[in-house]
C-alpha cells in the first residue's frame, strides 16, 4: 500500500511505514495498492521511503567513494523510482523490484530503439545480478573498460546517426557504410595514438 497526501502539490507518494505520512492528515490520505497505481496517477516517489534508496542509505558512504574514484554520478529517477546512474561512457538505470526486493539493472540502448517491455523505454535489461548496488557500479565500470578497448563501430557517434537502419543496397544505406569505415579507421588511428602516448609516458618516468 502506498499513500500520497490529497492536498500537496508536490503529487509525491510513501510507504506505510515512512515518517512523513504522520504528517498528512487521515481526511487527506489517498492510497495506492501499488507502486504502478500511484505512477500511472502522476505521482512521484519519496526520497526516503523508496526501496532502492534504502539500498542507497545502506551502501552510501562505499558508493560516494566508488563514484568519486571513477567519475560517476548517481541521480534518484523519482518517476520511476530508480536510481540513474552516468558515467563518461554510458547511461544506466537501478531498480528494485520483484516480490523478493531485488535490484535490477537496465542499460540505456545504443540505439533509439523502444522495448515495450521494458520500464525504461530507451533501456534494455542486463542479465547480470547483484545483491548490493556497489556491484552493479563495478560490473557498469568493467563494462566501460571493455567498451573502450572494444569499440563497436559506431559506439562513438551520437545516437542520431546510429538510429536510421537503412534498407541495404539503398543510397543512405551506402553513406551510412563510408561513415561507419571512415569512424572506425579514426578510431584506429586514435587508440594507436593513445598507445604510443602512453607508452613515452610510462617511459619518461
Ligand atoms: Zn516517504
Same mark, same amino acid.
Given at each position: 500500500?502506498?499513500?500520497?497526501?490529497?492536498?500537496?502539490?508536490?503529487?509525491? =507518494?510513501?510507504?506505510?511505514?515512512? !515518517? +512523513?505520512?504522520?504528517?498528512?492528515?487521515?481526511?487527506?490520505?489517498?492510497?495506492?495498492?501499488?507502486?504502478?497505481?500511484?505512477?500511472?496517477?502522476?505521482?512521484? #516517489?519519496?526520497?526516503?521511503?523508496?526501496?532502492?534508496?534504502? $539500498?542507497?542509505?545502506?551502501?552510501?558512504?562505499?558508493?560516494? #567513494?566508488?563514484? =568519486?574514484?571513477?567519475?560517476?554520478?548517481?541521480?534518484?529517477?523519482?518517476?520511476?523510482?530508480?536510481?540513474?546512474?552516468?558515467?563518461? @561512457?554510458?547511461?544506466?538505470?537501478? /531498480?528494485?523490484?520483484?516480490?523478493?526486493?531485488?535490484?535490477?539493472?537496465? +542499460?540505456?540502448?545504443?540505439?533509439?530503439?523502444?522495448?515495450?517491455?521494458?520500464? =525504461?523505454?530507451?533501456?534494455?535489461?542486463?542479465?547480470?545480478? !547483484?545483491?548490493?548496488?556497489?556491484?552493479?557500479?563495478?560490473? /557498469?565500470?568493467? @563494462?566501460?573498460?571493455?567498451?573502450?578497448?572494444?569499440?563497436? &563501430?559506431?559506439?562513438?557517434?551520437?545516437?542520431?546517426?546510429? &538510429?536510421?537502419? $537503412?534498407?541495404?543496397?539503398?543510397? +543512405?544505406?551506402?553513406?551510412?557504410?563510408?561513415?561507419?569505415?571512415?569512424?572506425?579507421?579514426?578510431?584506429? /588511428?586514435?587508440?594507436?595514438?593513445?598507445?604510443?602516448?602512453?607508452?613515452?609516458? !610510462? @617511459?619518461?618516468?
Amino acid at each position: 500500500m502506498y499513500i500520497a497526501s490529497k492536498k500537496s502539490r508536490k503529487k509525491i =507518494f510513501h510507504t506505510e511505514q515512512c !515518517s +512523513h505520512v504522520k504528517n498528512i492528515a487521515p481526511q487527506n490520505r489517498l492510497y495506492f495498492y501499488t507502486l504502478q497505481d500511484a505512477q500511472a496517477a502522476g505521482y512521484r #516517489s519519496c526520497r526516503t521511503c523508496s526501496a532502492v534508496m534504502w $539500498y542507497y542509505r545502506r551502501e552510501s558512504a562505499e558508493l560516494l #567513494s566508488f563514484c =568519486f574514484e571513477n567519475g560517476l554520478t548517481l541521480h534518484f529517477d523519482r518517476k520511476k523510482a530508480a536510481l540513474s546512474v552516468k558515467t563518461p @561512457h554510458s547511461l544506466w538505470k537501478i /531498480i528494485v523490484n520483484g516480490q523478493e526486493n531485488q535490484l535490477f539493472l537496465y +542499460h540505456r540502448n545504443m540505439f533509439d530503439k523502444e522495448d515495450p517491455k521494458s520500464p =525504461f523505454p530507451l533501456y534494455h535489461s542486463q542479465k547480470f545480478r !547483484s545483491p548490493t548496488i556497489l556491484g552493479y557500479l563495478e560490473y /557498469i565500470v568493467q @563494462h566501460d573498460h571493455y567498451r573502450q578497448y572494444n569499440p563497436l &563501430e559506431i559506439y562513438h557517434k551520437k545516437l542520431r546517426w546510429d &538510429e536510421h537502419h $537503412y534498407r541495404k543496397g539503398s543510397k +543512405h544505406y551506402k553513406k551510412q557504410q563510408k561513415r561507419f569505415k571512415r569512424q572506425k579507421k579514426r578510431q584506429a /588511428i586514435h587508440q594507436v595514438e593513445a598507445l604510443l602516448k602512453s607508452l613515452g609516458d !610510462s @617511459h619518461k618516468k
